[in-house]
């Protein structure tokens, strides 16, 4: 059971380059999120999707970029690699009804010197 | 706008002992949903329940036990005789449904030590 799949797993960037998480879940889920984690601070919602084509910003948005092209795959970029964007970041999908189960990647973890 | 707070940064607790982590929510919806996960210090997000906001009945799951009041606003979360696999950091959350977009607010996080 493949589940959700991140990669890469860890990353090292130099500030100003640019890099795309994957993301990919075989469960037909049309929700798909991306989430990121600092010390202190839990988990905040970057971007989410509710199907192919829709994507819209969650509460941290700034110098990401998401698309949707398939159900199945919903990348994340960074643009241009800021020192604040080090983090954890994981993706996570569900079926697009209310209250369920919401599953996670096992996590990227991105440094940017 | 929806918040969760788990006030406890960090527990640390002898093996054996029980242990509650506690967590208060705002939100001003009528319908929503509660969850704990878990944080292994391999750095995965485990789920360990779902409660939504009409089933205010507690939860027994082996040595996990949730406690959901409604009344005060709290999902709090106890493991009885604790085991030094239970330590890991411990997250609440709270589902924000926006059209049905299931988005989820955590709170900060309780780091949960057990020594042997």
């Known amino acids: 059971n493949a589940g959700v799949t991140q990669t890469p797993k860890f990353q090292v960037l130099k500030t100003g380059q640019s890099m795309t998480l994957q993301c990919a879940q075989d469960m037909n889920h049309e929700y798909m999120s991306w989430y990121r984690q600092d010390p202190g601070m839990g988990l905040r919602l970057i971007h989410y999707s509710v199907g192919a084509g829709i994507t819209d910003q969650g509460e941290v948005p700034n110098g990401y970029n998401v698309s949707r092209s398939t159900t199945e795959d919903f990348p994340l970029r960074l643009l241009s690699a800021a020192p604040s964007q080090t983090s954890v970041y994981f993706c996570?999908?569900?079926?697009?009804?209310?209250?369920?189960?919401?599953?996670f990647g096992e996590g990227s973890w991105l440094t940017v010197v | 706008a929806q918040k969760v707070t788990q006030a406890q940064t960090e527990i640390s607790v002898v093996e054996k002992e029980d242990v509650t982590l506690d967590c208060v929510y705002e939100?001003?919806?009528?319908?929503?949903?509660l969850f704990w996960y878990k944080q292994p210090p391999s750095g995965e997000l485990v789920f360990l329940i779902r409660r939504n906001s009409f089933d205010e009945q507690n939860e027994i799951s082996g040595r996990y036990s949730w406690n959901f009041q409604k009344s005060t606003s709290s999902f709090n979360f106890t493991i009885t005789a604790s085991q030094v696999v239970d330590s890991a950091v411990y997250f609440c959350a709270l589902s924000d449904v926006d059209q049905g977009a299931q988005k989820l607010v955590f709170g900060q996080g309780t780091r949960l030590t057990i020594n042997p």
């Open positions: 996570a999908s569900s079926p697009w009804t209310s209250g369920n189960t919401i599953y």
């Open positions: 939100t001003r919806d009528t319908t929503y949903y």
